[in-house]
């Protein structure tokens, strides 16, 4: 959340140092605003497609893991899942 709030004030800055000036009138305030909430949803989309990646493979580690465990289960001659005492 911090990123992307640097991100923000960091397109802000650039956007002062490009355009010399405020805007001049509603059109550009207008056109810098939609350009703005682009550049966010943007980089949420990212961010939200980098987090989903990462749960995946986070979900293919843990099922590569519980395979593991099985099959070492399996060697030890270990018959079925393990159930934690209550």
Do not use: H
């Not at 010399?20 to 949803?41: F, I, R, W």
């Amino acid at each position: 959340m911090t990123d992307l709030r640097n991100e923000m004030d960091s397109d802000l800055e650039n956007y002062s140092l490009n355009s010399n000036a405020d805007p001049k009138n509603m059109q550009e305030l207008t056109v810098y605003v939609q350009n703005l909430l682009q550049n966010v949803q943007d980089k949420f989309q990212t961010m939200s497609d980098q987090i989903i990646t990462r749960i995946d493979d986070m979900g293919n580690r843990i099922d590569d893991l519980e395979k593991s465990i099985a099959d070492l289960m399996n060697q030890a001659g270990v018959e079925g899942p393990i159930v934690p005492e209550k």
